[in-house]
């Protein structure tokens, strides 16, 4: 128990204790005034002190009902603690993708403040891999959570998510990250993702489109390979159609299929100029990719004259790469 229940505990018994003190030292003192305040006077002087034991007991019993059924619960993702979460769904996605939905307590959500991210580690052979994973569930959702996740043939964790069968777990910690999402942190919010670098963007995009208080715009280019491999795009085509006036979203494909009236090739310096805003103190650009991708973005953004990101992305960077 916290000190401060543990206060708030004694300090009940004691007022009870103390007002049935006043109750009985007043009416005695009155006790010659009036019949009742005799008959009360006279009655506490012989009262059972089994009773007001038995009472002052069940007192502290039901404050301490009171107290366990109503403090803060253990909190299902731990910073500190590895934990597993069970596999219950796994819906295929793309080719290579899929989303994995873990098992939450019925009541619980995962509690994943917005624009951070869990750890995952597996054991391959006599090692310990780690990588970091992106939600896109609702943050609010009871239950479960999901992870969407690209496996390639020579990965490692990606790999053993791919292998994952209904009911396996797999150990996860959190929060992880340096950004935290908050309304109307800018006027506008440029985003450059690739593959699954989509999954903080989409986090931070749904919750602040859900917001009816958040005015923040947003402006995405988002880059694959194929047209098959882009992830989730009827989610994001319907919040662009939703909310015209506060989210537009450019495909790139390296390969186009021949009716294609998105980008063609990679992510240009000419394409983050036309199509996201420009640097200002009340602009962001949040960058989540491939590596050799991100590389690529800010040589483009510095021609740009934005402020080139850190080797570690702080919470307040202009520009922040996942």
Known sequence: MHAEQALLLGSTVATFGLCCLVANRVASYFADSHWILHDYSKATQFMDYGVVTTFLLGLVLSCGLLYFFSAPSKPVLSKDEWRPFKLIQKTPVS???????????????????IGRHVSVRVKIGDRIVMRSYTPISDPDAKGYFELLV?????????????????????????????????????????????????????????????????KTRFSMLYANVEHDEILLKDRLDALAAQHPDRFRVRYYLNVAPPSWDGGVGYVTKEAIDTHLPKSSERNRLLMCGPPPMIEAMKGHISELSFPAPGPISKEHDPVFVF
Request: with cysteine.
């Open 150 to 214: 690209k496996s390639y043939p020579q990965g490692n964790v990606s790999r053993v998510f791919g292998q994952l069968k209904i009911g396996d777990a797999i150990e996860m910690k959190g929060p992880k990250g340096n950004f935290n999402y908050r309304r109307n942190m800018a006027d506008t919010i440029g985003l450059i993702a690739g593959g699954t670098g989509l999954t903080p963007c989409l986090q931070i995009i749904e919750q602040a489109l859900r917001d009816p208080e958040d």
């Open 95 to 113: 080719r290579t993708s899929a989303i994995y939905r873990f098992q939450l307590p019925a009541n619980k959500s995962l509690g994943l403040p």
